[in-house]
């Protein structure tokens, strides 16, 4: 099978798939049920989508190219020519045909086509990245809300106790300031996440083209797991994210695409073929009412070399390009590695945290038994309490810059778009 019908089926198994998963969806929806219904009805995909349809259309002009254009042409003399006792003439005329150019013209459509086609799917892949990191980002902030509200209340309660010490004289001004401020900042805090996730909302809504009102209840629990599944790709050989890239594909057939132009613009030498039939023309004195069949060609004698300069000129226009290509691929393959460095990089990142995570939750372990029965009102315990919380916190932020790191990757290996085009990619 062509490139071009493998690329037909890949989109072919997009839909499918978006169409069995929205048919079950029900209740908040999942990751999956998203990309169904954005595959549906996303604005972002319309615009690529439309642009398939009007490459198509050229592509059926380029088809009726094939065909000669008739047309008639008829005259009618008002005034009675000499030697003849006809008014008119009819004349069937072809248009000057070249049908190398017209086969030449339906292979350059079909090249464009398929970049349409391939654009598109450089577009869902884009989709399926921006969907995925907003279930990334909602899931975190859910589990986020139950740490702030923690906070809040362990900083609240502990600022009203040195509030009371304060009032009776055992703790001094600037130690009550600063756990008043801290626990306004907390407070600020849980209100600025409760707005990031609204937002995030409101981003999920728009890529599924739903309006404000429709806003989807999204069920992100688990969102690491409902995007990759439970076994995650392994790492990426460089032959095989050469093979998935849209971009590299393109590139490919532009290159097809030029080659073409260098041989249409050999064909333009090839004479255009002239075919008519008319009656003659009542000023030739010619009473004959016959039609008569013409052929001819038409050949250019002399066009200042603009021929020969047009096929030089797209010589060194595919030159040009398979430097170009060259130079997009080594940067294509230094963005892959940059992927894959910021993906080890957030991984030792996240690390970090936990294992900071992990000490102060020693350290309030420690607080706690130091304390005695009174942990729950001591202060130093609830300082560490805090501390082991606001860890937890970074634990998961970096948890959210890993994953968003491991989708990017996936997202330039071309291992997220194959989970979700993989029937149409695997039976073409």
């Avoid at 998935?244 to 490919?252: K, T």
């Avoid at 060259?326 to 940059?338: D, I, P, T």
Wanted: aromatic fraction near 8%.
């Amino acid at each position: 099978m062509g490139k071009g019908r493998k690329i037909e089926s890949a989109l072919a198994g997009l839909i499918f798939i978006g169409g069995a998963l929205a048919a079950g969806a029900d209740g908040p929806l999942t990751f999956r049920d998203c990309v169904a219904l954005a595959l549906r009805q996303s604005p972002v995909l319309a615009v690529s989508e439309m642009e398939i349809g009007l490459e198509r259309l050229g592509e059926a002009d380029s088809r009726a190219d094939y065909f000669p254009r008739f047309s008639l042409q008829t005259r009618y003399y008002l005034d009675q020519p000499e030697g003849s006792d006809r008014r008119f003439y009819l004349e069937f005329r072809v248009d000057p045909y070249n049908p190398v150019e017209a086969h030449l013209s339906l292979k350059a459509q079909r090249l464009l086509t398929r970049i349409a086609m391939l654009s598109h799917v450089q577009a869902v892949a884009e989709c399926l990245q921006r969907l995925g990191e907003t279930f990334l980002e909602l899931d975190i902030l859910a589990r986020m809300e139950s740490l702030d509200n923690d906070l809040v209340a362990v900083a609240e309660k502990r600022a009203a106790q040195v509030s009371y010490r304060y009032r009776m004289g055992s703790a001094s001004e600037p130690e009550w300031q600063a756990v008043e401020q801290e626990a306004a900042i907390f407070r600020l805090q849980r209100e600025q996440h409760k707005a990031l996730r609204s937002a995030r909302r409101e981003t999920l809504g728009a890529w599924l083209g739903l309006p404000d009102p429709a806003l989807p209840e999204a069920d992100v629990r688990d969102a690491a797991e409902q995007v990759w599944g439970k076994d995650r790709p392994g790492a990426a050989v460089w032959e095989s994210v050469r093979t998935n890239s849209v971009e590299l594909q393109i590139r490919e057939i532009r290159n097809e695409l030029q080659a073409l132009n260098i041989t249409a613009a050999r064909a333009a030498y090839i004479p255009d073929l002239l075919i008519g039939l008319r009656t003659p023309d009542p000023l030739s004195g010619l009473n004959d009412e016959d039609f008569y069949f013409s052929v001819g060609v038409d050949i250019p004698l002399w066009d200042g070399w603009k021929r020969a300069r047009n096929v030089h000129r797209q010589r060194r226009k595919l030159e040009q390009q398979l430097a170009g290509n060259v130079l997009g691929e080594l940067e294509f393959r230094m963005q892959w590695r940059a992927a894959e460095n910021a993906c080890r990089l957030a991984e030792l990142e996240w690390r970090t945290a936990k294992a900071r995570e992990d000490l102060a939750d020693a350290r309030r372990r420690q607080a706690e038994m130091v304390s005695g029965p009174e942990a729950e009102d001591d202060d130093e315990a609830m300082a560490a309490r805090l501390a082991w919380l606001q860890a937890g916190r970074e634990t998961l932020r970096q948890a959210l810059a890993r994953d968003k790191a491991r989708l990017d990757l996936d997202f330039i290996t071309g291992n997220l778009l194959n989970r979700y085009c993989h029937t149409g990619m695997e039976n073409p």
